[in-house]
């Protein structure tokens, strides 16, 4: 599966770019696939990339982007980085309530709650 998203990414460069919502979909499907692969750092990296689309484009506030930073909240987690993912917990947490998502944010929580208790003093 990884390596038809490569070629999907290689794909949408060429035509399109990655610079829509599209291109973060993708991104986020890949990173979601190398987490599930135990590919952290692939999966960090794709994140963070289609977080970065986000922000520049201004979207990030939206239920994608809240998603997003939850994602990379549990792949921090996943890398033992309890700030990271308190940090991306929290701010998908400021997402899922302004747009009013309970389900989303209750998960946010948790993630929050969790990488609290892993922060140093």
């Not at 770019?17 to 696939?33: I, W």
């Not at 982007?65 to 033992?80: F, V």
């Amino acid at each position: 599966a990884l390596d038809l998203y490569e070629k999907a990414r290689a794909g949408y460069e060429r035509t399109c770019g990655m610079h829509s919502s599209s291109g973060v979909t993708l991104l986020t499907n890949m990173g979601g696939a190398k987490q599930m692969a135990r590919d952290f750092e692939g999966a960090s990296a794709a994140f963070g990339e289609a977080l970065d689309i986000l922000r520049r484009t201004g979207t990030i506030e939206g239920l994608h982007g809240g998603q997003l930073l939850l994602n990379i909240a549990i792949s921090a987690w996943n890398q033992q980085n309890a700030k990271k993912a308190f940090e991306n917990a929290e701010e998908a947490c400021a997402v899922f309530e302004r747009i009013g998502h309970e389900a989303h944010l209750t998960q946010a929580r948790q993630v929050v709650d969790l990488a609290k208790q892993h922060l140093p003093a």
